[in-house]
């Protein structure tokens, strides 16, 4: 017999705060309707203190049917690409835009207001990511990845490639002496095991700042901006570095 998997409680809330989003239903539109403070709405959509009764109330107010938010598996999202996405994304920049401006909570009203992306080329991007089985459309016309956010491409493959071209120049040539620039440096001797520890971390991580920005989304806060986050652990080859200071004290007692 095969078994359906149920989505748990934080998978529904998930696709219920995408639902939201996509209807453009802030966090003060539902406590309005259900007579409640925002912060209480805001723990709710959290999955504090929210009964099955509110749960009711919040997808009748959004036209919601809950059965359809209970129906979706939690293995309907993929964890990786396929080689020929990978390639087609890879070959075009603007394709692979409008597909991560939406992976990272972005509707096609987004992406033609930010990013000046003229109505035309968006509806054909979108089109051809709905070909390729990226992106999928709601009857209500929300747009939903059909990949996790988390969702991995090969190491080495033409993602990673294309990476390594643009995305990763771009980062490094950022001013981080800006003042609204933060970055962290460390060096520290670890293990394989101490570096797959700490990657888990940054996956922690990335949740939480996911979930900041979802929230400040709802929110509609003016002020925001879209932000380039880098997290990386890696063995430090120090060769190159023990051998200039050798160098530079060689120069030294020579002069």
């Not at 493959?157 to 001013?175: H, N, Q, Y």
């Not at 023990?242 to 060689?250: F, G, I, P, Q, V």
Request: proline share 4%; net charge neutral.
């Amino acid at each position: 017999m095969i078994r359906t998997r149920r989505p748990g409680i934080s998978t529904v809330l998930s696709e219920l705060r995408r639902e939201l989003k996509g209807q453009g239903l802030r966090v003060a539109d539902l406590a309005k309707a259900l007579n409640v403070a925002e912060p209480t709405v805001w723990r709710w959509l959290r999955g504090e203190g929210l009964t099955l009764d509110r749960l009711d109330e919040i997808c009748a107010f959004a036209d919601i049917d809950l059965r359809d938010l209970l129906a979706r598996p939690e293995n309907e999202q993929r964890d990786n690409f396929t080689l020929a996405q990978e390639r087609i994304l890879a070959a075009d920049r603007g394709l692979a835009l409008v597909f991560f401006a939406i992976l990272h909570g972005a509707q096609p009203r987004d992406i033609e207001q930010e990013f000046g992306l003229p109505s035309d080329r968006l509806t054909s991007h979108l089109d051809r990511l709905k070909r390729l089985g990226l992106i999928e459309s709601s009857t209500r016309g929300y747009i939903r990845p059909q990949v996790r956010r988390s969702v991995r491409w090969r190491r080495g493959g033409p993602l990673s490639i294309a990476f390594e071209r643009t995305v990763k120049p771009l980062f490094m040539s950022m001013d981080l002496g800006s003042p609204t620039a933060r970055y962290v440096s460390d060096m520290l001797s670890l293990t394989d095991a101490g570096q797959a520890r700490v990657q888990a971390l940054f996956e922690a991580l990335r949740e939480d700042i996911h979930a900041i920005s979802a929230q400040e989304q709802a929110a509609r806060l003016e002020g925001r901006a879209w932000s380039g986050i880098l997290m990386m652990v890696r063995p430090f080859d120090t060769t190159e570095m023990t051998s200039e200071w050798r160098n530079n004290a060689d120069d030294m007692r020579d002069a």
